[in-house]
């Protein structure tokens, strides 16, 4: 997005900078919960691009393999926002509902929790993948917040996705997201990936990028 900006907006590359979020990789690393390495993470669910639809997709067939998967849904949820009672929303609230209606009507109904807002770094402690399936996303912080718990991201790729986060963690289809959680990930090392990714935001390279811009 920071090239696609560079190229909507007619901007003089060496005069634009970008400033990540960072995570607090120390914060999120703590042990796991007994049993995480069954337990599926979806960070916000709202709005419709995020696609629950293709979270519960995966955990469907995951629960078809083995019944102690579990997919947590953190965050609030779309009947909780008052703009998404308009009547511009009306489609994406049938959406929801539809995807709430799939749950009650399926045998796996109480394997699919909806948890509202709380400290992550606890509630990550159970979480042994973290989903992103949204059509789009800027960077996705759920994604690196996972990988410093020392959860497995299980991303589908959107644009942009293999240039912010290891290649091997992008699945292109939902049945290799399946077999990634299947396999027990890809050998890699999240916790060192989260902290390779922080080093490159680290404050220090801020503080000189906003020193440069007031210069």
Known sequence: YFELMIAEFSLQREKCKMIFNMVDTDLLDKPKSLGFEFNLG??????????????????EKLYAEDKRYKLFVKGKRPEDYPWMHSEARKLEMDYFRAQYQRIEDSDWK???IFEGYGPIDTWLQKIGY???VSDFESFHLAVAEGMASGAYSVIL??????TIYPPSAVNGSISEAINTVLMGGKGLDMK???????????SGKIIDILDSVGN
């Open 42 to 59: 979806m960070i916000g669910c709202v709005p419709q691009s995020k696609r629950l639809d293709r979270a519960l997709d995966i955990f």
């Open 110 to 112: 109480d394997n699919v």
């Open 130 to 132: 973290v989903l992103s």
């Open 157 to 162: 790729e959107w644009p942009g996705a293999k």
């Open 192 to 202: 060192l990936n989260a902290v390779a990714f922080n080093q490159k935001v680290q």
